[in-house]
């Protein structure tokens, strides 16, 4: 039996101060939960982030890192610098990385093999944008994506990575995938993943899903089948309603 797996992507918001708060409001709410909770939060909330949570159920994740442990790469931070304060996650290929940054298959799978070497668990995010959804294309690019992703890793490695199904056209927008539609196609990523991997590590492979998840929907979302657990947007910004998500089987 998998386990659910509950990030929570916080993207540019939270101060130092307002992250402790964060972290102090909603670890009580879910001191109870069997689920795996992960905040990801901006570089300057890091250390305060893993300070607070220190004593929780609560992981504590960055949102991007470099695919070098040194260099001149002014303004960049690596997976060294990382693993070196305690972080024990971090989320690689967010679909706003690719869209604002430049981000490409190919630096999402270098960065992937430089999380693994620091010691770090990626949460890769994969996802069509509305029209290529609109052409029928969903489950031939997340495929792609995905193979893409995890090209050169080994079985453990594979088998140690977090997927996040994130559709494009549901980040932010409050619109969200049917739980059939989510399911098929984390079915069709867990699929590809058994094909070049084999079943065993296919069935082994945490597969998120992300995009407008909330309290309302959690519960509906994450009792689908291949769904294991949801990286949350905007939602994880309040402590009550990410609680309630990571709650949902409560």
Known sequence: MRKKVIAGNWKM???PNEAIQFIEEFSPLVKE??????????YTDL????LTAQGTNIKIGAQNMHFEDTGAYTGEISGKMLKSIGVEYVIIGHS???QYFNETDET????IKKAF???LRPIVCVGETLEQREEGKT???ITKQTELALQGLTNEQVENTIIAYEPIWAIGTGKTATSDDANN???AIRSKISENYGQNVAQRVIIQYGGSVKGANARELFEMSDIDGGLVGGASLKPEEFAKIVNYNK
Do not use: A, D, Q, T
């Not at 939960?33 to 901006?42: A, F, H, V, Y």
């Not at 999402?108 to 960065?111: A, F, L, M």
């Open 185 to 187: 196609s984390i079915k």
């Open 96 to 98: 706003e990385r690719r």
């Open 13 to 15: 918001n939270m101060l």
């Open 47 to 50: 250390f305060y982030g893993l």
């Open 108 to 111: 999402v799978n270098k960065k």
């Open 139 to 141: 489950e031939e690019i």
């Open 117 to 119: 070497e620091n010691e």
């Open 33 to 42: 939960s069997n689920n795996e909770i992960i905040l990801c939060m901006p």
